[in-house]
């Protein structure tokens, strides 16, 4: 793990690049003491001024200066500041991952969707879930999950072929039938529950039942942002929060926050429920039992 403090293609000038100066923060240690990582700093004079290429600029140089044999992942101190393309050119340049928390929340949503389920007095495995594909590998892990555990998902992708070559895979291994479409907008108003992967999904989020639960378990969380500025009816979970106080030492430096959002918890590759503690719904911080009486029992049946 190399955590990045301050992160964040045109040509940056030699005589610029000679003044970031990364240096070490501390090791990371797990409680057996055994250094999982390394907290790096890139100080630069007049920081606030630089643009968004000096600052990916500095942290190549970071990464270069402390990455060995054993570093795997980059976890930035905050994901908002790059765009997608800017993610893809540092894994490029560095051939170590950036975490995003994607992995992470894929692990855990089925698990989360089990405890809401009994907050809610409810058999979510009754209802019929959309899963708006990004054609991944997580996204058929998700399917996969899902199909052990509930009787209805559909798919909705761009990738006709791909979709169906899984929904087979799905069918062959759980006995379950997947439903599939290109036109989204015209299903939407079917579903109480959509989970979404996608970076650039286009919906009609007027077609969205006032009841829906949306999971955006996408990056930049563009749907969510949509949604939450045009319909706020709609509860949108953006993320889930984790305590990783028996996994990391340095938890202050880590994170100020009691808490840590998925994108920092993936480092840790633990899937255990009981580290799981909120979800972010529109920048507010819910337990999945004030989720259910004080935000979704409040609207009307669903």
């Not at 990045?4 to 070490?24: A, E, N, Q, T, V």
């Not at 209802?127 to 798919?155: A, C």
């Not at 009816?233 to 808490?259: Q, T, Y």
Request: charged letters at 30%.
């Amino acid at each position: 793990m190399e955590h990045i403090r301050k992160g964040i293609f045109k040509y940056i000038p030699m005589k610029w690049i000679r003044k970031i100066r990364p240096k070490m923060i501390t090791d990371f240690t797990n409680n057996k003491k055994e250094t999982i990582g390394k907290g790096i700093g890139i100080f630069i004079p007049n920081s606030n001024k630089l643009s968004k290429e000096e600052l990916i600029e500095g942290i190549l140089k970071g990464v270069e200066k402390f990455k060995s044999s054993k570093s795997r992942n980059i976890v930035l101190y905050n994901l908002d500041i790059l765009e997608l393309k800017d993610f893809q050119y540092i894994e490029k340049k560095t051939g170590l991952r950036i975490l995003n928390g994607k992995q992470t929340m894929v692990e855990f949503l089925p698990m989360v969707l089990k405890e809401l389920s009994t907050f809610l007095e409810r058999k979510l495995i009754d209802e019929e879930i959309l899963i708006i594909s990004d054609n991944s590998f997580l996204t058929y892990d998700l399917i996969k999950d899902l199909s052990n555990r509930f009787k209805f998902l559909t798919i909705v992708g761009n990738d006709g072929y791909w979709i169906e070559d899984i929904s087979k895979k799905i069918y062959d291994t759980t006995g379950l039938s997947i439903f599939y479409t290109r036109d989204i907008n015209r299903i939407l108003k079917n579903y109480s529950i959509i989970i979404n992967l996608n970076e650039d999904v286009l919906i009609d989020i007027y077609k969205l039942k006032s009841t829906t639960i949306v999971f955006d378990l996408s990056i930049k969380k563009l749907l969510a942002r949509r949604i939450n500025s045009s319909n706020k009816n709609i509860l949108v979970i953006e993320d889930f929060l984790f305590s990783c106080e028996e996994l990391l030492l340095e938890r202050k430096i880590f994170d100020l926050g009691k808490e840590v959002p998925s994108y920092k918890y993936e480092v840790f590759q633990d899937n255990n429920i009981e580290n799981f503690r909120k979800v972010v719904v529109n920048i507010e911080e819910y337990t999945l039992r004030d989720l259910a009486y004080k935000k979704i029992k409040k609207r009307s049946n669903i």
